[in-house]
């Protein structure tokens, strides 16, 4: 299995970035999909969750109604549309994946991660 996250970069407070994750090796439509940051010297949270469908989607408070995040099954992708940006949104995201349809914002309850993509918000 292969989570790969893409479109991370350097953007101004209040610009936009889509970050991209690519997964191959899994049936992608059997999984719920989730997005993680780590900023420097924090522990990794939780920032969205969406279903295997995509009809149902999670946000942490910090990002709701900034972060959006969406999933194209037939192209195996899932994104992060991210607007609004603030310097604290800094950090590098992860893409993951679960099985189970429960606690979708712990991190333990995903099986497979990618390699994370750095977002750098510059004030």
């Known amino acids: 299995v292969q989570l790969q996250a893409s479109g991370g970069g350097l953007v101004q407070a209040g610009g936009s970035l889509r970050l991209s994750c690519a997964a191959s090796g899994l049936t992608f439509s059997r999984y719920l999909m989730g997005w993680f940051r780590q900023a420097p010297g924090k522990e990794r949270e939780f920032v969205a969750d969406i279903s295997r469908s995509g009809g149902i989607t999670y946000y942490a408070n910090s990002v709701k109604g900034r972060f959006r995040i969406s999933r194209e099954n037939a192209k195996n992708t899932v994104y992060l549309q991210m607007n609004s940006l603030k310097p604290e949104d800094t950090a590098v995201y992860y893409c993951?994946?679960?099985?189970?349809?429960?606690?979708?914002?712990?991190?333990?309850?995903?099986?497979?991660w990618g390699q994370g993509t750095l977002v750098t918000v510059s004030s």
């Open positions: 993951a994946a679960r099985s189970a349809s429960y606690y979708g914002d712990y991190a333990g309850s995903y099986s497979y």
